[in-house]
C-alpha cells in the first residue's frame, strides 16, 4: 500500500492554476524566481493559493446569490454582506475589479511555489508553512504560520456558507426557519470579516519565497508538511526498522509474524458518532473502522521502529504509540471535516454512494473510502412476560415481569468509512524525515544486519 501521496485526490476538483494573476503577484513570482538557489533554478515558479482559488471563486458567486435575497427576510445577511464587501477591497489592489478578482489575488493568500510538486492538495487548503529551529541540532520544526490559522477559518466558514445557502430556496415559505437561517448566514459572514481583518492588521507583508521549506524527490519538488524534521545525526533515527520483525518481516519481508508476541495493537478498532453538517440538518451516524490490516501498515509506514522500508516523497512518523493516540477525540474533528469537504450527497444519501479518500484533514494524512451502507435497528422494546396462573384460585399473579422484546425498524443509513492509513502531520504528533536521507539510514541498517546478525536465543533448562 502506498501512502501519503497527496497529489492523487480522487473525485476532487481539479487543480487550478492562476489565472488572473495582477501585477503585484508577478513581481511577487518575479522576485522569487530570481532568489532561487542552483537546485531549483530550472523549476518554473507559479503563485500557490492557501485558500484555494477554486474556493475563493465558489466565495464569490455565493455573495452573488446572497445579494439576491429579500431584502426584508434577510435583512441581517445584506448588511453583514455589505460590510464584508468593504473589507473585501482590502485584500489586493483591484478593487475597481469584481470581487472574484479580488479575492483570487488576496496577496496574504498566495505565496511563491512550484509548479511540479508532489504532494499538491489541490483544491484543499494548503497552509502556509514555516522553519523553527529547536535546542536539538538534529532536528528541525516546519509549523503553520499564524496567518494560515486565520485563513484556514475563512476556508472553512466558505464551506458553511455554501452549505447553508443550498437550503434558502427550501425555507421561503417557512419564517420560523427563514428567520433562523438570516442570523446564522449574518454570523458566518460576520466571522469571515473579522479574520480577514485581523489578517489585514496583524500580518501587513505578504509571505515571501522560502526556500527552506521545500526539497527535492526525484524530479519533483516537496513542500515540508507540519512535523519535527529530523535530519542527519538525529539519534531517533538509530531506532528505524528495530521491531519490525513483530510485524511479520523479516530480511525477505514475507516471514510469518511472531506469534508469541501479543498483538493487540493491531486488533480491529471501531469508532461511532452522530455528524451534522449544518443546525438545520439531520444527523447522520458515521462509522469509522481501522482494520487489522489498517493498524499494520499504520506501524510499518509510519512508525521509526517498525518501519519497512516503504520510501515515499512525504514521510511521516507518529511520536508515540498510534494505538494509543489514535482515539476518537484526535479522529472525530479530522474525519468531519473529511465529511464536510466529500462529494458524497449529505442530505440526500443512497445506499451504495462512495468517495475515496486520499487526502489531509488539518492535522491527519488519510486514505481509505466513505461508502453509504443501510444497517438494521433492532430496538428492545419493556414488554409484560407471560403470567403464570395459580392452580388454587386459578387467578392470575400480580407480580408482573417486564422483559425485552427485540423489534426491528427500518434500516438507516449510515457513512461506513474505512481506513487504510491513517498518518500524523502536526509538530505535536510526527516525526519526519526526507526520503533521501531515509532510504539511506534504512539500508545502512539493513547492511548492519546482514553482516552482524543477531545470534539465535540459546533455550535455557528452565525456557524448556
Avoid at 487550478?16 to 508577478?26: A, I
Avoid at 508532489?118 to 523553527?132: A, K
Wanted: include cysteine; glycine fraction near 2%.
Amino acid at each position: 500500500m502506498k501512502s501519503q501521496r497527496q497529489g492523487i485526490v480522487p473525485n476532487k476538483q481539479p487543480i487550478q492554476r492562476f489565472k488572473d494573476e495582477d501585477e503585484h503577484n508577478t513581481t511577487r513570482r518575479e522576485t522569487a524566481e530570481k532568489a532561487r538557489s542552483e537546485a531549483f533554478q530550472d523549476d518554473e515558479m507559479q503563485m500557490d493559493h492557501t485558500i484555494s482559488q477554486h474556493s475563493l471563486i465558489t466565495f464569490s458567486e455565493l455573495l452573488e446569490e446572497i445579494e439576491q435575497l429579500p431584502n426584508e427576510t434577510f435583512a441581517a445577511t445584506k448588511k453583514s454582506r455589505t460590510d464584508l464587501i468593504n473589507e473585501i477591497i482590502n485584500v489586493s489592489d483591484n478593487d475597481e475589479k469584481c470581487t472574484r478578482i479580488q479575492l483570487v489575488n488576496f496577496y496574504n493568500n498566495l505565496v511563491p511555489g512550484f509548479k511540479e510538486t508532489t504532494g499538491n492538495p489541490g483544491s484543499n487548503f494548503d497552509p502556509q508553512i514555516e522553519m523553527v529551529d529547536t535546542d536539538d541540532e538534529s532536528a528541525i520544526i516546519a509549523q503553520e504560520k499564524a496567518a494560515s490559522t486565520q485563513l484556514r477559518k475563512i476556508d472553512s466558514y466558505i464551506r458553511k456558507l455554501k452549505h447553508l445557502t443550498a437550503l434558502v430556496p427550501s425555507m421561503k415559505n417557512d419564517n420560523d426557519l427563514a428567520e433562523q437561517m438570516d442570523e446564522e448566514l449574518s454570523k458566518t459572514m460576520n466571522d469571515i470579516k473579522t479574520c480577514l481583518e485581523q489578517v489585514r492588521k496583524e500580518f501587513t507583508k505578504a509571505p515571501a519565497y522560502d526556500e527552506d521549506i521545500w526539497y527535492k524527490s526525484a524530479t519533483k519538488n516537496v513542500k515540508r508538511v507540519p512535523a519535527e524534521w529530523l535530519i542527519t545525526g538525529a539519534s531517533k533515527l538509530e531506532d528505524l526498522g528495530s521491531e519490525q520483525q513483530l510485524l511479520g518481516y523479516g530480511e525477505d519481508k514475507i516471514a510469518e509474524p511472531n506469534t508469541e508476541v501479543a498483538h493487540d495493537s493491531f486488533k480491529e478498532v471501531t469508532f461511532t458518532w452522530d455528524y451534522q453538517l449544518t443546525k438545520f440538518d439531520e444527523k447522520i451516524k458515521v462509522k469509522v473502522v481501522i482494520s487489522e490490516k489498517c493498524w499494520k501498515h499504520i506501524y510499518a509506514r509510519h512508525k521509526l521502529e517498525y518501519f519497512a522500508g516503504d520510501v515515499q516523497a512525504i514521510n511521516t512518523f507518529w511520536k508515540d504509540d498510534p494505538h494509543e493516540k489514535i482515539t476518537q477525540a484526535l479522529l472525530e474533528p479530522e474525519i468531519n471535516l473529511l465529511l464536510e469537504r466529500s462529494n458524497l450527497p449529505l442530505r440526500v444519501l443512497q445506499e451504495g454512494d462512495t468517495d475515496a479518500i486520499n487526502e489531509t484533514a488539518h492535522h491527519l494524512f488519510f486514505q481509505g473510502n466513505m461508502e453509504v451502507v443501510e444497517e438494521a435497528q433492532n430496538i428492545a422494546v419493556p414488554v409484560a412476560e407471560a403470567q403464570p396462573v395459580n392452580n388454587r384460585n386459578k387467578k392470575k399473579r400480580n407480580n408482573h415481569k417486564k422483559v425485552a422484546k427485540i423489534e426491528s425498524k427500518r434500516p438507516v443509513k449510515i457513512i461506513l468509512i474505512a481506513l487504510e492509513s491513517v498518518a500524523p502531520q502536526s509538530p505535536e504528533l510526527a516525526y519526519a524525515v526526507e526520503p533521501s536521507l531515509l532510504q539511506d539510514k534504512y539500508y545502512q541498517k539493513l547492511e548492519l544486519k546482514r553482516l552482524f546478525p543477531l545470534k539465535p536465543k540459546k533455550e535455557s533448562i528452565e525456557e524448556k
